[in-house]
């Protein structure tokens, strides 16, 4: 699927990723986040996002990601809330060739990085996506040098493929029937 730009990007530099975190917490932390569409609502909470300087190689800009779902034809935005608080962002997109969903442009505000937010974003995405629209199949890509986001998604259950988006390696996750 050509998607054009570091789209799958995740936002995760290897200190991002807690080894002491407990086990439970992200189902704790998936309950208290909602994925909500990106509208004249919030915005510009979310072109208000931040990542560390170290990140800036790993994704683009929110507002570059807010155009691209705005004026592309294949991106569609989502919010990342904490009680009621805009804390992060995700996109997604179906690829027609295969019917795969993709994930993409994951960012968690670098004041709210560190606490499970952005595995649970992408376990709530995962689920929300196929209840709504019937998805089993995901993937999504990412720079090979971002040792924080294979991990991340190793964790989740994607495995990397022989395939590549421009630079970035292809990861993929089929949910049971």
């Known amino acids: ?3 054009d730009f570091r789209a799958c990007g995740c936002a995760a ?21 909602s994925l909500r569409p990106v509208g004249q609502d919030n915005w510009r909470d979310v072109a208000r996002l931040e990542v560390y300087d170290a990140q800036r190689e790993f994704v683009s800009e929110p507002s570059s990601y807010l155009a691209l779902c705005a004026y592309g034809e294949d991106w569609r935005p989502l919010a990342i809330v904490l009680q009621e608080k805009v804390i992060g962002f995700l996109m997604w997109s179906t690829d027609p ?12 505000d670098k004041r709210m990085q560190r606490q499970g937010y952005g595995e649970a974003a992408v376990t709530a995405a995962i689920s929300q996506l196929g209840q709504e629209h019937g998805y089993r199949d995901f993937a999504l890509s990412y720079l090979p040098n971002n040792a924080a986001a294979r991990s991340l998604y190793r964790k989740l259950g994607f495995a990397e493929t022989d395939e590549w988006e421009g630079a970035e390696i292809v990861v993929r ?3 049971p029937e």
């Open 1 to 3: 699927m050509r998607l």
């Open 13 to 33: 530099t290897e200190g991002d990723i807690s080894d002491t975190m407990e086990l439970s917490a992200p189902e704790a932390i998936e309950n208290q986040i």
């Open 97 to 108: 060739a295969d019917g795969s969903c993709w994930l993409g442009g994951l960012i968690i």
């Open 173 to 175: 996750l089929s949910l």
